[in-house]
């Protein structure tokens, strides 16, 4: 293990040898660290970590915590696409590396937090107000055949938990998963199969 530059400047533990795809990963976190999250008083890097964090406090599996981590990788020039809302860049950008699930969690992000607002009163009341603003442009509350739509998904459940983990990820003393348990995260969940 090496010290790495981390979150706020805090030094973390990762591995001396990482794959490519370990190191792929965290450059892109990396890129992450100095972005601002819309107004919100974490850094984009920060939220990831978070977001992974409160999924694995739920006792979430491995690649339910690490499409936590990615949720908005979708946001950094690395995986941006031109003209693509965030959320299909980032499943993109995952499909590639990690998977059907992962890729489609990331990709439901957006889509749960509509369902969300429309079907559960007491999320609406845990949106920060740039989450209430954003969701304007994002299409505002589901409506009643989306809400159907989105819970004929494969993972639905599991792309509702990873949205109320999101709005929860903005606390600038959150607990956070470190980088060294993302580049064990980013292991096992390639190493349990190749893309599918
Ligand atoms: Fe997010």
Avoid: N
Wanted: some cysteine.
């Amino acid at each position: 293990m090496v010290a790495a530059r981390g979150p706020v400047g805090q030094a973390h533990e990762v591995p001396e040898r990482c794959s490519a795809l370990q190191d792929e990963v965290l450059a892109v976190l990396a890129s992450m660290e100095g972005l601002a999250y819309l107004g919100e008083p974490v850094s984009q890097l920060i939220h990831a970590l978070e977001a992974g964090a409160a999924l694995r406090t739920t006792g979430a599996d491995d690649e339910l915590v690490l499409a936590g981590v990615l949720h908005d990788v979708g946001r950094t020039l690395a995986a941006r696409r031109p003209g693509q809302p965030h959320e299909v860049a980032g499943a993109r950008w995952c499909a590639e590396r990690f998977g059907e699930r992962v890729a489609y969690l990331v990709g439901a992000h957006v889509a749960a937090k509509r369902v969300l607002v429309a079907t559960d009163p007491g999320y609406s009341a845990l949106l920060s107000p740039t989450s209430v603003a954003t969701l304007e442009a994002q299409g505002g509350p589901a409506d009643q055949d989306e809400v159907a739509a989105f819970s004929t998904g494969r993972w639905p459940d599991d792309a509702l938990a990873l949205r109320r983990a999101d709005e929860a990820a903005k606390d600038p003393d959150g607990r956070r998963l470190s980088l060294a348990e993302v580049v064990e995260l980013v292991e096992r969940v390639a190493g349990a199969g190749t893309p599918r």
